[in-house]
């Protein structure tokens, strides 16, 4: 993690590091995680760069600041060619509808289930630079947000087990990707 330091718009960071990720059962996977105050501040820039290189190196979906040591309200998400920076999200919204999806994560290294996730879900947040943003989302972006969120809450996904059973409403997708 010694990188070197690098200026971006008059502040001082690190090069992006790739950091350790946590794994079940380590306890701050299980910690309800604390607001971030002041999303603009150094602490806070350098660690979303660092998430957003470590999920690029993990080849993941999606990554909670909890996942990387951090108990803190923040989330990022790589989904479509598309990424997403979350502080403090919050679910606004959801779908009466669920459904079923197998899911895997980043924390639980080769493990795959079927998780029951609401089927849209409005969230609620701030950017980067601190400004409010809504994201609706339907399908496997809504799930990427539920599992990342849950995060947030110390909920990992093996509590959202879902009963297996075949049901017209199981997603068709098979996930290759952790979150
Ligand atoms: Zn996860």
Not at 14 to 19: R, V
Not at 66 to 73: A, N
Not at 117 to 132: I, L
């Amino acid at each position: 993690m010694d990188g070197q330091w690098i200026l971006i718009r008059s502040q001082l960071f690190k090069t992006m590091a790739i950091l350790p990720i946590s794994i079940y059962p380590d306890s701050i996977l299980l910690k309800k995680a604390k607001k971030i105050k002041d999303p603009k501040s150094q602490e806070i820039q350098e660690l979303i760069l660092n998430m957003l290189e470590t999920m690029k190196s993990s080849d993941g979906l999606g990554l909670a600041a909890p996942q990387v040591g951090k108990s803190l309200r923040l989330c990022v998400i790589s989904f479509e060619g598309k990424t997403h920076i979350l502080i403090n999200p919050k679910v606004s919204s959801k779908s009466w509808k669920k459904v079923t999806g197998e899911e895997g994560c980043l924390s639980f290294p080769g493990v795959f289930l079927p998780i029951k996730r609401h089927k849209r879900v409005s969230v609620k947040a701030q950017d980067r630079n601190g400004d409010k943003l809504v994201i609706k989302a339907d399908g496997m972006l809504s799930r990427i947000l539920q599992h990342e969120i849950d995060h947030l809450e110390g909920i990992p996904f093996i509590k959202r087990m879902a009963k297996i059973k075949k049901s017209k409403d199981n997603e068709k997708i098979q996930w290759k990707k952790a979150l």
